[in-house]
């Protein structure tokens, strides 16, 4: 039963990342952050997954290297625009 508890707040906090990433397109940052929080409810869920099968926690750290990867990719890419247009809108840049 606790299991079951666990994955539907999983579950419930991937729908709300999915839910912001969708909503919130004006501002890198915001988008971001929803990504990141969709990598942590994904994390969570393998986590109790693997100790559920009792499996070993090294799949858990090459994931949790792949979405820092991304995070500081992402946060070079938010520097980066802000330092050549100024802000973080996607619409006051034009990508042709």
């Not at 906090?13 to 994904?42: A, D, Q």
């Not at 090459?62 to 330092?83: D, N, P």
């Amino acid at each position: 039963m606790m299991i079951l508890n666990m994955m539907l707040v999983m579950l419930i906090m991937y729908l709300i990342g999915n839910m912001i990433f969708v909503s919130k397109h004006k501002h890198l940052l915001i988008v971001l952050l929803s990504l990141e929080f969709i990598v942590l409810s994904i994390f969570l869920f393998m986590m109790v997954m693997f100790n559920f099968i009792e499996y070993n926690m090294y799949m858990l750290m090459v994931f949790l290297l792949f979405s820092v990867c991304e995070g500081a990719l992402g946060l070079s890419i938010l520097v980066s625009m802000i330092r050549t247009h100024g802000n973080d809108y996607f619409q006051s840049f034009n990508l042709l």
